[in-house]
């Protein structure tokens, strides 16, 4: 199985502020990475597939990089609505997620 | 608007059955593959189990944990997707969702709003 590993497992930015998260898994997984946001009580919500393409209606604020075993999801300026938990997944064999960086209000 | 809406949730006792629906609309269902993915309280997900559509061999697999004990079937002409759940075990308990996945790469693009599943006595 895959593990993917998450961090940090919380991030405290202010609004406006960058925040990067990093994602690695124990082997590659080549471009086959997706980032998930999941809001309290809520459903997880795509944000981006194959590493660094967003899925539709996702802010241009949102970015995803890397391949192989190192992935990076940057919000460039945190708005309110993007406090939340964050997942990737890798899905080059089966399917795995990390288990969340909850990205906090400083 | 592609929506997922699951149902069948509640609260089972250890060695129980449980059985889920997932009514699916806004695409074409007979063409999708399915899974379900699950929550534990305040955990992260976990995959549990992936159908293919019918006209991809209609094939089922597991995740290792519920392997043997859970059961992923499909009704397209119901639009539905169905998991049953035999033998549950207190660590079965997890919010269930149902989703899609992309009809061009094998990520979940769609996820329902979850349905409780419990398992205590």
């Known amino acids: 199985e895959i593990v993917m590993t998450q961090s940090p497992a919380t991030l405290s930015v202010s609004p406006g502020e960058r925040a990067t998260l990093s994602c690695r898994a124990s082997?590659?997984?080549?471009?086959?990475l997706a980032w998930y946001q999941q809001k309290p009580g809520q459903a997880p919500r795509l944000l981006i597939y194959?590493?660094?393409t967003r899925a539709t209606g996702i802010p241009a604020r949102f970015s995803g990089s890397g391949s192989g075993t190192e992935f990076t999801l940057t919000i460039s300026s945190l708005q309110s609505e993007d406090f939340a938990v964050y997942y990737c997944?890798?899905?080059?064999?089966?399917?795995?997620f990390g288990q969340g960086t909850k990205v906090e209000i400083k | 608007e592609v929506q997922l809406v699951e149902s069948g949730g509640g609260l089972v006792k250890p060695g129980g059955s449980l059985g889920l629906s997932c009514a699916a609309s806004g695409f074409t269902f007979s063409n999708a593959w399915m899974s379900w993915v699950r929550q534990a309280p305040g955990m992260g997900l976990e995959w549990v189990g992936r159908i293919k559509s019918n006209t991809d061999g209609g094939t089922t697999d597991y995740a290792a944990p519920v392997k043997g004990r859970f059961t992923i079937s499909r009704d397209d002409s119901k639009n539905t997707l169905y998991l049953q759940m035999d033998s549950l075990k207190t660590e079965d308990t997890a919010v269930y969702y149902c989703?899609?996945?992309?009809?061009?790469?094998?990520?979940?693009?769609?996820w329902g709003k979850g349905t409780t599943v419990t398992v205590s006595s």
């Open positions: 194959g590493a660094s």
């Open positions: 997944q890798q899905y080059n064999n089966w399917w795995t």
């Open positions: 989703t899609t996945y992309s009809s061009s790469d094998y990520y979940m693009d769609v």
């Open positions: 082997q590659s997984v080549s471009s086959n």
